[in-house]
């Protein structure tokens, strides 16, 4: 079926540390995940993507794993900053058939001083 | 480039009442969707328009309509209103690749 799920709803991390939000997904046909930032007031912005022929992808201080054996994907965040207090989701976007992003129910992520 | 742009920002109906929300794709974007997220949610998709026809659905009633234009703009009409329909509607564009962009959303509240 279609759904794509969070792990915790809720991730405090001290500011300076690494954060590692973590989603499940079911699809095992999913080819696609996007990870987004939500912050208060905001839509989402888009933050890093990978494909599912890939298992790693790497941008500014963010680090996406993906593993097809057992769907799951989990987003790092290197040096956590104040800035990066938001919502997190994972979604899915199976473009090679209908292009509708499909997304989970987010974690909030809290930045601890 | 103003990115997408969404408007009204913030908006009250009255149960029973209609409402349309607009939407202006980033420059250069044909594809619009929309997106309904609750309080505390995800977003929810409803659907998405390519060349003025909607291509995509999701599980949503057909209160919920839409439309876009030749200049690539949308809108989202919600006929019928119920307080469950209370949410902050997205809207994003994409050039037809599978990045998507979001506006900053329309907060609607039925009372």
């Known amino acids: 079926g279609e759904s794509v799920g969070l792990h915790l709803p809720t991730l405090s991390v001290q500011e300076g540390d690494n954060s590692i939000i973590n989603c499940a997904y079911s699809?095992?046909?999913?080819?696609?995940f996007i990870w987004y930032k939500q912050e208060s007031g905001k839509g989402p912005q888009f933050i890093i993507d990978?494909?599912?022929?890939?298992d790693k992808r790497q941008g500014q201080r963010v680090t996406v794993l993906l593993n097809k054996t057992v769907k799951h994907l989990s987003l790092q965040i290197a040096a956590t900053q104040p800035g990066d207090s938001a919502v997190y989701f994972c979604?899915?976007?199976?473009?090679?058939?209908?292009?509708?992003?499909?997304f989970g129910k987010g974690t909030r992520l809290h930045i601890l001083p | 480039d103003a990115g997408v742009t969404q408007s009204p920002t913030h908006l009250i109906k009255t149960r029973g009442q209609q409402v349309t929300l607009r939407c202006s794709p980033k420059s250069g974007h044909d594809t619009v969707s929309w997106y309904q997220q609750a309080l505390g949610q995800g977003p929810q998709f409803i659907f998405q328009y390519y060349e003025e026809e909607e291509r995509q659905r999701g599980n949503f009633p057909d209160r919920f309509s839409g439309h876009q234009f030749p200049n690539y703009s949308s809108e989202l009409n919600v006929n019928a209103l119920l307080l469950g329909d209370s949410a902050l509607y997205l809207c994003a564009s994409s050039p037809g690749t599978l990045e998507a962009f979001f506006g900053q959303g329309t907060r609607l509240t039925v009372v």
């Open positions: 990978i494909r599912s022929n890939m």
């Open positions: 699809n095992s046909a999913s080819d696609y």
């Open positions: 979604a899915e976007n199976r473009a090679n058939r209908d292009d509708k992003i499909i």
